[in-house]
T-cell receptor
């Protein structure tokens, strides 16, 4: 089955710790995205990548970092610099940055204790 | 700032009734998309309408776009309990520095049996 997987589904972390969220796709898509969703809110773009070894900041990149070493993978690191990291994180991909019908993973719920 | 804003924030109907959700946006767009999100899950793409289109159908879904009013509506006909979800519009703005989507805060639809 083609699709996007995110792991883990639930993640708990102590304040001051960095944590990395996994996102993998086997759709052969060039573009990948990370969003943050807070309760009752829409999605806000954290980072996106148009192609391997390239990525750009979205609207709320502060306190986050990404890498895109492989086409299939776009991991997101939530650093200790992120002031309010507790949220639902969604990864998505699209065929390209201009063909932007997006396919979403199931999400990772991060809770900072 | 959010490009798209859905209205109403929440909608409660009985099975068999039609559900209409609206989306307003601020700047010129290339296309407008509607997504669905079941509670605690990722988003699923429903339909895309381009700026030169006025209406589009997909099964029980009907989307209209009025670029002069910068608004769109999503109609779900003969609703079912399984349609219970949040629905988001997403716009691809013409004058954005990058071609990514901006999501609204969503309409939460509850369909009662």
């Amino acid at each position: 089955d083609g699709g996007i997987t995110q792991s883990p589904k639930y993640l708990f972390r102590k304040e001051g710790q960095n944590v990395t969220l996994s996102c993998e796709q086997n759709l052969n898509h060039d573009a990948m995205y990370w969003y943050r969703q807070d309760p009752g809110q829409g999605l806000r773009l954290i980072y996106y990548s148009q192609i391997v070894n390239d990525f750009q900041k979205g609207d709320i990149a502060e306190g986050y970092s990404v890498s895109r070493e492989k086409k299939e993978s776009f991991p997101l690191t939530v650093t200790s610099a992120q002031k309010n990291p507790t949220a639902f994180y969604l990864c998505a991909s699209s065929r390209s940055i201009s063909y932007n019908e997006q396919f979403f993973g199931p999400g990772t719920r991060l809770t900072v204790l | 700032s959010q490009q798209g804003e859905e209205d109403p924030q929440a909608l409660s109907i009985q099975e068999g009734e039609n559900a209409t959700m609206n989306c307003s946006y601020k700047t010129s767009i290339n296309n407008l998309q509607w997504y669905r999100q079941n509670s605690g899950r990722g988003l699923v793409h429903l339909i895309l309408i381009r700026s030169n289109e006025r209406e589009k159908h997909s099964g029980r879904l009907r989307v209209t776009l009025d670029t002069s009013k910068k608004s769109s509506s999503l109609l779900i006909t003969a609703s079912r309990a399984a349609d219970t979800a949040s629905y988001f519009c997403a716009t691809d703005a013409v004058d954005s520095g990058y071609s990514t989507l901006t999501f609204g805060k969503g309409t939460m639809l509850l369909v009662s049996p």
